[in-house]
């Protein structure tokens, strides 16, 4: 079997590696939207290392986004809490939104939908933060980032 430019296989590499700064992981994009070479066009995301405030019984995560390139858009993006053994965690009364540098909230994600019922066309950068927001302790469950449309892979960081 011959692989390569001309070949009609498409080979992508999707790479994970936690870091002490944060995770970081390749999304590929379809090849059918590769800007060039017919074959898959690697994009960059990557989060920070998670953070927890608390009051009360309400838990905030905030989720720094340190790389996005590509054109990567929140409605790219789905997201699943699983606990360490992969078993998916239920998201009743929960909030996913992100947030730019001021603080205000710049997309919505609907956890019954999958989806994000507001912003999902914006493009994710450096100047955003993932906030989930439960009533539930999540240490030690993992977020689970998956990509749609044009991106496709999955990123996994341990929530603190």
Not at 96 to 118: K, P
């Amino acid at each position: 079997m011959r692989l390569g430019p001309g070949s009609g296989v498409v080979i992508v590499v999707v790479i994970f590696a936690a870091t002490g700064i944060g995770l970081y992981a390749m999304l590929a994009l379809n090849p059918q939207q590769a800007p060039c070479c017919g074959g898959a066009t690697p994009v960059p995301f990557a989060f920070g290392a998670p953070t927890e405030q608390v009051s009360g019984t309400t838990h905030w995560y905030n989720f720094s986004v340190q790389a996005s390139s590509g054109g990567l858009r929140l409605n790219d993006l789905s997201f699943q809490v699983q606990t360490p053994s992969g078993s998916v965690v239920a998201t009743t009364g929960w909030h996913l939104y992100a947030v730019n540098l001021t603080e205000a909230v710049v997309g919505v994600y609907t956890w019954s939908s999958g989806s994000w019922s507001s912003g999902g066309s914006t493009l994710l950068s450096t100047q955003e933060t993932i906030v989930l927001e439960t009533t539930t302790s999540l240490s030690g469950d993992h977020l689970v980032v998956i990509g749609g449309g044009g991106f496709q892979g999955t990123v996994s960081t341990t929530i603190p």
